[in-house]
């Protein structure tokens, strides 16, 4: 009965385009309560879903006129490209995850007890007479201008490998998806 | 349309006995046209009888006409206390060239409501076949239905001694 099937999808195809509720009424990855009724009954499992559905049959069936037809070609693409998207969301909540995850330890990780931090309300002069008007330590060789300037190139370092590092990871996400797109473009 | 002892009009018999043009000249009546509708003669009686005595150019008969294959795909056979349409009742009966004809029907580009319920007919998500779990569609149906020709000829491959004995 399986020589008989392209004749079935034939019926199918308007002049007004290409109906594809034969292979699958909704065209999602898994069915929703209220939609796709496909294979549904009583104990209809997701699995049994997928097991059940035409294109896994045809796919069983292993008859090429069938798997070369349009609206069968049409269908597999629709679902290539719903597998894109999941994974461009995957992708997505990733990078959020990084990026949540890397502020909040930047805002919980302790700043030390002596920083630059505290110099910060300071303008420079108001800083230098206040190293040298220090009754108890002037200026003891100037520690705390060299902690500043040393703080500086430290942070200084971090932040650019900080950029550094997500622009590699952004880079390579757009490169995955990129190719996720040409893929589903030429299959 | 007198019913006779056995349950059966004269259509039917007609049907049973393969004489299409008996049936062409029934149904070309024009005073039947007036005064019966055309489901009295279209019913799931005639139609398992057509399928059951594979009376395949009765069948490509019936659906030539479009008034004809409207009441066709309207029809309910009820078969072991399941009720099923002509597809699905010919795709259990493994018969493909009744298949071919009920799925292979040209329907004109301005018959729209006909072509929205045939295509409902060819995608008709109903109970399984008593040997299978799962509820399906006529695409199911088919994908999975091994023909009587191929197992025939399994058969013969595997168990040669029962057909030559």
Known sequence: MIPLVPLLLEQFVGEDGIDLSIIDDCLRARPAANRCVFGRSKGFSTSN???????????????????????????????????????????LSAQIIYVFLYTSVALASPTPTQSYYDTSNYTCKQLCHLLISDSRDPLPGNVVLRKIDMEFQRNREIYLFRNFTVFIIVFFMFGIVERIFTITKFT | MEKNVNGKTPFVIAIEKGSLKCIKYILSSKWLHRNVDIEEFINSDSLKTTIDKDQLDIVSFFVSDISRLAAII?????????????????????????????????????????????????????????????????IQRMLTMVTKELSIRMKLFFFPSVFLD
């Open chain 1, 49 to 91: 879903w997928l097991k059940q559905h035409p294109l896994s049959l045809i796919a069983a069936a292993n008859y090429a006129p069938v798997y070369d037809h349009d609206v069968v070609k049409i269908c597999v693409d629709l679902k290539f490209q719903l597998f894109g998207n999941f994974l461009y969301l995957l992708i």
């Open chain 2, 74 to 138: 309207r029809i309910k056979i009820n078969a072991n206390d399941r009720i099923y349409n002509v597809l699905e009742y010919s795709i259990a009966l493994k018969k493909p060239d009744f298949v071919r004809i009920f799925i292979s029907v040209r329907i004109p580009g301005d018959e729209r409501e006909l072509y929205r319920s045939y295509k409902y007919f060819l995608k008709h998500y109903n109970l399984a076949y008593s040997g299978s779990n799962y509820d399906q569609t006529p």
